[in-house]
């Protein structure tokens, strides 16, 4: 019995040995000497997590990220199981797949999640960091782990932010929709509100939805933009002086306009008086032939032109 339990003894040291050397990667740097027990399991009101990488900074941004989408996560579970409208303009489908876009934006590391730009490696709990080194294939790497503060008063907190900032976007997309440019009093106004449209389009995510809605929208101001036209006031071997009009309605108009002509010369412009009037050398034309001026304004990628014939 007592040369069994030493045979069994024998066997065991000897494959303790045969595993230690086996083991082909080894801890080279650590943040501390010995690893804290969280690391290794669950805490409440915690996340923990991990990520790897062959520098420090991205593991430790790697790891941030997984802060992030493990919120998301528990975003989406929230609002999959909910059955009712989180807001008035915010349906739980429109939601889920807002959320769901998110979880997507993070995996690819994109960054442009609004709602979770609190979630810094200012509040992280505690770290932990490893480099490792692999003697076999003679790899380095590093290990970062983090523990970050995450309560159930912190998760309906974040569903609250995520909710109010899904309700404002399609308020604003709303009021976008909604603009009446027969209440404009110059093209100005136009170009700016084409632009606003253009800025909150940037903002949503590549695969969101009311992208396209956007799109549509943007098409109906410049479906306005093609009702522009060109109206001349005056013509005649000096100068011409025009206005533009929305319809029947005269708008302000200080938008350089591109001129061209086959015979006149230093040809200028400028708003005088809200009539833009444009000056220019008659002296080199041809009294037998068709001669014009062609004035073109860009509003919103949209070009409104007029010929002008100089008698």
């Known amino acids: ?8 003894c024998l066997a065991l040291f ?3 040995c045969f595993c230690t050397g086996c083991a082909t990667v080894k801890v080279t740097e650590s943040s501390v000497r010995r690893a804290p027990q969280w690391v290794f399991g669950a805490e409440h009101n915690f ?12 593991a430790k941004s790697k790891a941030l990220n997984e802060v992030k989408k493990q919120m998301v996560n528990a975003i989406s579970e929230n609002i999959r199981t909910t059955s009712h409208t989180t807001t008035e303009e915010l349906g739980v489908d429109d939601a889920y797949a807002t959320v769901e876009l998110y979880r997507e934006e993070l995996a690819t590391e994109s960054g442009n999640v609004p709602f979770l730009s609190q979630v810094t490696l200012a509040n992280v709990a505690d770290y932990y960091w490893e480099k490792r ?11 970062y782990h983090l523990k970050y503060p995450f309560s159930r008063l912190n998760q309906e907190e ?19 929709e909604q603009v009446d440019f027969s209440t404009f009093s110059s093209v100005e106004q136009m170009v700016a509100q084409g632009t606003t449209l253009r800025t909150f389009q940037s903002t949503l995510m590549e695969n969101d939805g009311r ?25 005649d071997r000096e100068k011409t002086l025009y206005e533009v009009y929305l319809g029947e309605k005269k708008m302000a108009c200080n938008i350089r306009p591109y001129l061209r002509s086959k015979c006149l010369e230093q040809m200028n412009w400028q708003v005088k008086d809200g009539v833009n009037v ?21 509003v919103m990628g949209k070009k409104i032109n007029h010929r002008y014939f100089i008698l």
């Open 1 to 8: 019995m007592r040369h069994h339990s030493i045979f069994i």
């Open 14 to 16: 000897l494959f303790a």
């Open 47 to 58: 996340l923990i997590v991990s990520a790897e990488a062959e520098d420090i900074e991205t």
């Open 133 to 143: 080194f692999d003697k076999k294939t003679k790899a380095e790497w590093y290990v």
């Open 158 to 176: 974040l569903i609250a932010k995520f909710e109010a900032q899904e309700a404002a976007i399609n308020r604003q997309l709303k009021e976008l």
């Open 211 to 235: 992208r396209k809605t956007c799109d549509r929208i943007l098409r109906g101001y410049k479906s306005n933009v093609e009702q522009l036209t060109i109206q001349a006031v005056c013509v």
């Open 278 to 298: 444009v000056t220019y050398d008659y002296s080199e034309c041809f009294e037998d032939e068709q001669n014009y001026i062609d004035i073109t304004i860009t």
